[in-house]
């Protein structure tokens, strides 16, 4: 009886970081999907990506909100004097929501645009 209830104790673990494990992976492809959204965004100079969103995906009991921040610092790049295209920095924060609990998982990216550099090769 004891060592049923020690395996069936394992079992439950084992459960619970598989779960626990698979939401790390959803959030990590939703920040990917966003990050790859920016950057596509500041290769064309425009669109939806470059500008700030947030939304909310339900999945199996599992909520996954996302918030985009996103800035261009054209002033930046200017006194750099490295680069003459725009930098965009985005920030992507994914929440994680299951049984009362919240995870949190972000990262800020900072890419140039390609509307200067196409600028450049008119000249």
């Known amino acids: 009886s004891t060592s049923l209830v020690l395996v069936l104790r394992a079992f439950g673990t084992a459960a619970a970081a598989l779960g626990e494990s698979r939401d790390t ?18 290769e064309d100079g425009s669109g939806a990506g470059l500008q700030s969103s947030s939304g ?43 049984d009362g609990s919240t995870r949190e998982r972000s990262v800020t990216t900072c890419v140039t645009t390609g509307r200067q550099r196409r600028g450049d090769d008119d000249e």
């Open 25 to 42: 992976l959803w959030a990590s492809l939703l920040i990917q999907e966003k990050v790859a959204e920016v950057a596509m965004a500041a």
């Open 56 to 98: 909310r995906i339900a999945a199996g009991g599992v909520d996954f909100l996302w918030t985009r921040r996103v800035r261009t610092l054209e002033s930046l790049a200017s006194q750099a004097g490295v680069r003459k295209e725009p930098i965009v920095l985005s920030e992507i924060l994914v929440t994680v929501r299951r």
